[in-house]
């Protein structure tokens, strides 16, 4: 292992997390304003698919027709 990647750490989520999503990769029609937050959500990671891959649903339990890369998500503390 190379000293550069000696600290990073895997974010991991399990099923049952809440999670944000990055906005830019949501497929809104319009891009987020300048002063808009560039995250949405909470959504409920519904499976850990593989390595770093989710499937999200809303609140309402209605899953989410893609599948989201652990990269583009961030847990969310209420």
């Known amino acids: 292992m190379t000293n550069y990647n000696k ?6 989520l ?4 809440l999670v944000l999503k990055l906005r ?3 497929g809104r029609d319009m891009p987020p304003g300048e002063l ?5 959500g909470p959504f409920i990671v519904r499976n850990a ?18 599948i989201w890369n652990g990269n583009d ?6």
């Open 24 to 26: 830019t990769t949501a």
């Open 7 to 12: 600290h990073i750490r895997r974010r991991s």
């Open 73 to 78: 998500l961030r847990k969310f503390y209420s």
């Open 14 to 17: 399990e099923e049952g997390d």
């Open 49 to 66: 698919l593989g390595s770093n891959t989710y499937k999200l649903a809303r609140q309402d339990r209605t899953l989410l027709l893609r």
């Open 36 to 40: 808009d937050s560039n995250w949405e």
